[in-house]
């Protein structure tokens, strides 16, 4: 059993351990999905866009925005939680770049485990992992859940 217990429980703090696996999972971005990034977003950077400006900067080509791939990451514990508003605190550090070919795309690889449990808070830290090509791409990711006791 998952610290979140049965398919489809929401976790309770009393059953967590620091430690315990929230989830993995994989996201796979293309350039479509920049598109609706910047669209979205209104951030129309063209090294999200154009591999020949991203190579002008030093960039391997296309890049995923760094906010997207923190939204990505964080869709595994929206998940075990089952309450986006469950997450009261969100951060990381952007430490490399997910580089998204305009054939093949690119795979997000996160995974997270509970990081500590503050039973008289009624939160949970939950820390991330997030890879691409075997690259971490995110630092220190850590989001903050309030559960029930």
């Known amino acids: 059993m998952s610290a979140s217990g049965p398919a489809g429980a929401r976790p309770r703090l009393s059953q967590l351990s620091v430690g315990d696996p929230v989830g993995s999972t994989t996201v796979h971005l293309t350039r479509a999905d920049l598109e609706r990034y910047a669209a979205a977003s209104g951030d129309h950077n063209p090294i999200h866009a154009s591999d020949e400006v991203a190579r002008s900067v030093g960039l391997p080509g296309v890049i995923a925005h760094g906010m997207l791939t923190m939204g990505a990451a964080v869709r ?74």
Request: with cysteine; glycine share 14%.
């Open 76 to 149: 595994v514990v929206v998940d075990w939680c089952g309450d986006p508003g469950a997450v009261v605190d969100y951060g990381t550090r952007f430490t490399g770049q997910v580089p998204v070919d305009a054939e093949t795309g690119a795979d997000l690889e996160v995974s997270a485990v509970v990081g500590a449990v503050d039973e008289q808070a009624g939160t949970a830290r939950v820390d991330l992992t997030a890879t691409c090509g075997g690259t971490r791409v995110l630092g220190r990711a850590r989001a903050l859940v309030r559960l029930p006791a």
